[in-house]
């Protein structure tokens, strides 16, 4: 199973950014899928996941900015990121979780996203 994560970059406060993360190797319809980001000396957190079914969470640092959404034909996931804030500065990791049959929990490699004021 392989995470492949794209669209990082630097962008000026208030502007926008997508982020995408294809998979392969796995049956991507039945995971749970998701974007954390770690800044410099902070812990790896979550910012929203999707479910197979559709359902989406949020932090609420991101609820009303980010939107996250799947395409199960493309194996992908896309996080469209809207009024970026110096705060949204991180990497941004992408993770694959399926519970059953056989559980699988997978990272991709992380993407930088730098906002400057």
């Known amino acids: 199973v392989q995470l492949q994560a794209s669209g990082g970059g630097q962008v000026q406060a208030g502007g926008s950014l997508r982020l995408s993360c294809t998979a392969s190797g796995v049956i991507f319809r039945i995971a749970t899928v998701a974007w954390y980001r770690q800044a410099p000396g902070k812990q790896r957190a979550l910012v929203a996941s999707?479910?197979?079914?559709?359902?989406?969470n949020y932090a609420d640092s991101v609820k009303g900015r980010f939107t996250l959404y799947r395409e199960n034909g493309k194996n992908s996931i896309y996080l469209h990121m809207n009024s970026l804030d110096v705060e949204d500065t991180a990497v941004y990791y992408c993770?694959?979780?399926?519970?059953?049959?056989?559980?699988?929990?997978?990272w991709g490699q992380g993407t930088q996203v730098t906002v400057s004021s």
């Open positions: 993770n694959l979780v399926i519970t059953y049959p056989k559980r699988v929990d997978v």
């Open positions: 999707i479910t197979a079914g559709g359902l989406t």
